[in-house]
């Protein structure tokens, strides 16, 4: 079966086909990173304006890409949420318009589950089950994933997330929108030692996460140089390693306990601060000590996309997880979705 997939959570319009024997066909991204940019954060109803403009072009683009028409398609699947409830209502009325006038099933797909399974998409393919680092905008958890479906939560963020965390750090030093790039550039200009920065929760014997102090302390710090007149270029390049660093070795830390709680050999990340350099460098090399594989979706599939919506639904087809013969094509969002309902 060819599934066509609409992702349109949030900033990024992602239009893609995945084949359930043959694996992606193609896929196209719009980001809106540069119309946010004069704004420094997201503008939920810029955003839904702009997904309404590009996904047409994007879905013939796509089409064109993989040499298909909308009549070799045999299922439509979208992002129903979690995210912008402007933004995911144009994803879902373009799939389900396109899946009612071509009588085809419309799939709704959680945005996180479509993370979760997109390291599947790159070879080697991980195998079940295995523990889950999903790094994702909002969203810093931990998971225990037996299959498909399968998804038993261990730890989360009880307050800023990983990548809230590193954009709104990026923010106080002066940085450009997104953030966290940004951030993790200026670090490598900067020495992580300098300035000491607190670990939160490293040692709380659970697998939960909080990052909101760290802001703080960066905060902090930066304020006591200015005051003394010694923030200059290099402290700011020294604050962003440090915290590139107590976040990245937060997340690893908290990984390395879910693996032995667990006793599972298998760690996949997922999610746009999974292609963060250090995070990858640091896992990478803790977890080869351990005889632990190590999994990251292909750079290009770290941020929100179609592709991994448009797997994620592919997937389920083949489990039988899907009703494909029951239809209602009701623009239906979910802003709010807990993974653990599906």
Known sequence: MIVLGFESSCDETGVALVCTERGLLAHTLHSQVAMHAAYGGVVPELASRDHVRRVVPLTRQVLQQADLTLQDIDAIAYTAGPG????????????????WSLNLPAIAIHHLEGHLLSPRMASPCPEFPFVALLVSGGHTQLLRVDEVGQYTLLGETLDDAAGEAFDKTAKLLGLGYPGGPALAKLAE???PKR????????????????????????????????????????????????????????????SVVALEQTQLKRLVVAGGVGANRLLRQLLTQRLGKRQVEVFFPPLELCTDNGAMIAFAAAQRI?????????????????????????
């Open 195 to 254: 300035i000491a920065l607190p670990r939160p929760m490293l040692h709380s014997h659970t697998l939960d996460f909080s990052f909101s102090g760290l802001k703080t302390a960066v905060l902090t710090r930066l304020k006591d140089a200015e005051s003394r007149g010694l923030a200059d270029a290099q402290l700011r390049a020294d604050l962003a390693a440090a915290t590139e660093l107590a976040i990245v070795e937060v997340l690893v830390a908290k």
């Open 84 to 99: 912008l409830a402007g933004a995911l209502l144009v994803g879902s009325s373009v799939a389900q318009s396109v899946a």
């Open 189 to 191: 200009q900067g020495d």
């Open 318 to 342: 083949q489990r039988g997880l899907v009703n494909l013969g029951a239809q209602t094509y009701g623009f239906d969002v979910h802003p709010r979705w807990d993974l653990a309902a599906l």
